[in-house]
C-alpha cells in the first residue's frame, strides 16, 4: 500500500506554551503519538482523572456560548479553540495523536498556524500499519446562513475556494483557493493570523473574552487599516479563513475529498457543513457490509448473519443461510409476517411487500459472497448499482422467500451478482447487483 494511503502519528513527543486568545490563561500543550484508530484527542491534564475528548463533530460545543472559536467537549470537561491545530493536522494528514493540555484553551500564539506547525515537525511524523481512512463525497452538499453559504461537491482532490466580502474597505472583496498539501500549506496558508473588526474586539472584551489577544497575535482592522502590525498577506484574512475551515472539516475524523466553495463562511456554518458529510458518510456506510472475519460455514444462522453484516432490525432482511460458498453463490431465506412495519403503510387494504426490500435482501446475501472470499477481509462492499430488475410475482404477508445468489464477476475492486426471488418455487423478481469494494 502506498506510505500516502497509511495512516501516521508522531515519532517522538513535543510540547508548547503560549496564552490563550480568549481565557487569557498560560498554558502548556504537548503532542504524543496514538496507536492506529485512536484519531485525535484531546486530554486535560490539569483535571482530575485527565479526562479526554475526541475531535469529532458530534462533541463540538455551542458555539453561541462560545463565540469566534471552536471548542469540543463533553460533560464538564471542555477544549477551546482547536481550529488551527486541527488545520495542522489536516494538512499533515497526522489521524492519531494524544495532545494534553493544562487549562481549557489552546495557546494563540502569534494568530496563526506557524509554531504548532514547526513543533509537529519537529516530533516527526511516523507512518503506521492500517490503511488510512478518506470520505469521497458523493453529491453535492449545500449549507447557509446569514448571507453565508457553503457547498461541498464531489472531486477527486481536496480543494477550498473562499470568498470573503464585509462592509470595510480592506474585507471588501477577497478571495483564496487552495489544493492542499503539506508544502503549500506551510508556504501559504500556516502563516495567516486571526483577525478582528476594532468594534468587535472593543464588544468582546466586554464579553470577558479576548482577554490573551493583543495586536500582535491578532490583526485588528481600524477604520484606516491594520493598527500596530503589518499583513503577511494581501488576502490574509480570506487565507485565514480557509486556515479556520480546514481546521472545522477535520471534525470529520479523517481524510476528505471534495471542492468546498465557502462564501462569507465561519465556525457556525463550517460545523453545520461536517454535520451534513457525516449524514452522507453514514448513509453510505448503510449500503455497506463490512467483513470482518474469513466465512468456511456453508449454513449461517440468525446470529451468524450478524456477526457478518452491520445492518439490524428493522433493516436486516435476512433470517438464515442455508446453502453457502464463499466467492461463488448462496441461498438465504427470508419469512414475511403480517405484523411486519411496512405492511401498514404499503397498499395497507391489501398488503405486499416492497419491491425495494426484496432488492436488498439480495443485496445483503450478495455482499456476504463477496466478502466470504479471504482476500476481502477489512474491506467495505457498497451497492451501487442494478440492472435487469424485474418483479414477476407480488410477495405477500405469510410468504417464505427464498433467495438464490451467484457471483457473475468479480475483480480486485468490484463484483457483480445475479439474485432470482423465490415464492413456492415460483420466480418472483431477479436483478443482476453491482457492489464497489473499498478498504475499511
Known amino acids: ?7 501516521k502519528t508522531i515519532q517522538k513527543e513535543a510540547s508548547l506554551e503560549g496564552v490563550g486568545l480568549h481565557s487569557g490563561e498560560k498554558v502548556r500543550v504537548t503532542f504524543k503519538s496514538a496507536p492506529e484508530g485512536h484519531g485525535i484527542q484531546f486530554c486535560r491534564v490539569d483535571l482530575p482523572g485527565k479526562p479526554c475528548v475526541k475531535a469529532e463533530v458530534s462533541n463540538v460545543l455551542d458555539l453561541d456560548k462560545r463565540p469566534r472559536r471552536t471548542s469540543i467537549g463533553v460533560g464538564e470537561v471542555e477544549v477551546q479553540t482547536i481550529e488551527h491545530v486541527m488545520a495542522t493536522l489536516a494538512a499533515l494528514e497526522i489521524d492519531n495523536l494524544l495532545i494534553e493540555i493544562d487549562g481549557v484553551e489552546l495557546p494563540g500564539l502569534d494568530g496563526s498556524a506557524l509554531d504548532f506547525l514547526e513543533t509537529l515537525k519537529t516530533a516527526g511524523i511516523q507512518l503506521q500499519s492500517q490503511p ?30 473562499y470568498i470573503l466580502s464585509y462592509d470595510h474597505p480592506l474585507l471588501r472583496s477577497q478571495s483564496y483557493e487552495i489544493v492542499l498539501n503539506g508544502n503549500n500549506f506551510a508556504k501559504d496558508l500556516a502563516p495567516s493570523r486571526t483577525f478582528v473588526l476594532k468594534h468587535e474586539a472593543e464588544l468582546l472584551r466586554s464579553q470577558g473574552l479576548g482577554r490573551g489577544a493583543n495586536y500582535g497575535n491578532t490583526l485588528v482592522i481600524g477604520e484606516d487599516g491594520v493598527i500596530d502590525n503589518t499583513l503577511r498577506f494581501d488576502n490574509e484574512f480570506a ?10 472539516l477535520y471534525l470529520i475524523g479523517h481524510g476528505l475529498k471534495g471542492h468546498i466553495i465557502a462564501y462569507r463562511s465561519g465556525h457556525p456554518l463550517n460545523i453545520q457543513l461536517v454535520q451534513r458529510l457525516k449524514e452522507q458518510e453514514s448513509s453510505s456506510l448503510f449500503w455497506g457490509v463490512l467483513a470482518k472475519e474469513h466465512i468456511t460455514a456453508t449454513e449461517l444462522n440468525l446470529d451468524r448473519i450478524k456477526q457478518i453484516l452491520p445492518h439490524r432490525d428493522p433493516f436486516l432482511f435476512l433470517d438464515r443461510v442455508i ?53 476481502n477481509l477489512g474491506r ?37 451478482v445475479h439474485g432470482t426471488a423465490y415464492v ?16 475499511a
Do not use: C
Request: glycine fraction near 8%; charge should be neutral.
Open 1 to 7: 500500500m502506498p506510505e500516502k494511503d497509511l495512516q
Open 132 to 161: 488510512r481512512r478518506t470520505f469521497r463525497v458523493r453529491e453535492p452538499i449545500w449549507v447557509e446562513g446569514e448571507d453565508a453559504s457553503l457547498t461541498i461537491i464531489p472531486s477527486e482532490e481536496f480543494r477550498i475556494s
Open 239 to 248: 487565507r485565514h479563513k480557509v486556515l479556520d475551515l480546514l481546521g472545522d
Open 323 to 375: 446453502d453457502y460458498e464463499a466467492g461463488k453463490r448462496a441461498v438465504g431465506i427470508k419469512e414475511f409476517n403480517s405484523d411486519d412495519y411496512y405492511f401498514k403503510g404499503h397498499f395497507p387494504k391489501r398488503p405486499i411487500v416492497p419491491g425495494v426490500i426484496i432488492l436488498e435482501a439480495m443485496a445483503q446475501l450478495g455482499g456476504i459472497i463477496i466478502l466470504g472470499k479471504k482476500e
Open 380 to 416: 467495505y462492499a457498497y451497492f451501487v448499482a442494478m440492472d435487469d430488475v424485474r418483479f414477476r410475482k407480488p410477495v405477500l404477508p405469510g410468504d417464505q422467500l427464498v433467495l438464490k445468489v451467484e457471483m457473475l464477476r468479480f475483480r480486485e475492486r468490484s463484483g457483480r
Open 424 to 439: 413456492n418455487d415460483k420466480v418472483v423478481a431477479e436483478a443482476d447487483l453491482m457492489f464497489a469494494l473499498v478498504d
